[in-house]
């Protein structure tokens, strides 16, 4: 008798024991399905969203097209419940590769995010249109100072003067570098000096390896497209223009061929 009492009130015990447990795993459980709950609405709560994004520094790329990616970009959700809109898990750098790779013309993005205000800034540099190349085709692209080549040109577009590179590439040049930023100085050297004296330069064409042919007003000038002083080959260049002009100011001229150091060539029309 005594023994069944015994083992009544321990099964009570055990069953005691075990509510207990099941209730702690419950309670746990029922917390952190709390704490998963809040954590949802509060980073999916408005004052944690995105309102608007701010674009400074553009001049070329519309502002509104600028905004839609942005826009695009924070459109859904992350880990299924995360807004993308959401500020604070706001991705900057994903946001600026996504940007430059939709837009050719931007240089630089810089985005700032205010959190109290839930704006989000873009800063944007664009890339400088200081030269033109274009293909065989006839088919025109803006290049870089360094150049770096990264939008086509569109009909209508007004190209302001700049001087037209062509040679070198094949196939789609967007992206892609026409000459190093040191053989780009060279040129713009080339050309700088020649202009600074009247001589205006029109394009410029590297032919091959050891011949390029730049366009002017006053006939084309060969020279060598590696040479390491174009400046030098510039101010010679001048020099034998205003010789021939001294000589014969109606002179004209057909071609100057400035490709061999020190030794010029020349022929003028008859």
Not at 53 to 61: L, N, P, T
């Amino acid at each position: 008798m005594h023994n069944t009492r015994y083992k009544r009130a321990s099964t009570r015990i055990a069953k005691r024991k075990k509510l207990k447990k099941y209730l702690g795993v419950f309670l746990i459980i029922s917390i952190v399905v709390a704490i998963l709950i809040g954590f949802v609405f509060l980073v999916r709560a408005d004052f944690l969203q995105v309102k608007n994004f701010e674009v400074s520094g553009s001049k070329m790329i519309e502002t509104e097209s600028l905004k839609n990616v942005a826009n695009d970009f924070i459109s859904g959700n992350k880990l299924l419940f995360i807004s993308k809109s959401n500020i604070i898990f706001l991705n900057k750098e994903k946001l600026k590769k996504t940007l430059l790779s939709q837009f050719a013309r931007l240089e630089k993005v810089e985005i700032n995010k205010k959190f109290f205000s839930k704006d989000v800034e873009l800063k944007i540099t664009e890339r400088s249109p200081d030269f033109v190349w274009c293909a065989k085709e006839g088919e025109c692209f803006f290049m870089t100072k360094t150049g770096f080549i990264f939008e086509k040109i569109l009909d209508g577009q007004v190209l302001s003067g700049l001087v037209s590179f062509r040679g070198l590439l094949d196939g789609s040049p967007i992206f892609k570098n026409f000459a190093t930023p040191e053989k780009m100085q060279n040129y713009s050297s080339f050309i700088e000096v020649l202009k600074g004296s009247g001589v205006e330069i029109y394009s410029i064409n590297i032919e091959s390896s050891d011949k390029a042919v730049a366009k002017t007003e006053m006939g084309d000038i060969f020279f060598s497209p590696v040479g390491k002083d174009l400046l030098l080959t510039a101010e010679n260049t001048l020099l034998l223009i205003n010789e021939i002009k001294n000589k014969n100011a109606s002179a004209r001229i057909n071609y100057i061929d400035a490709r061999f150091d020190n030794k010029f060539y020349y022929k003028l029309y008859p």
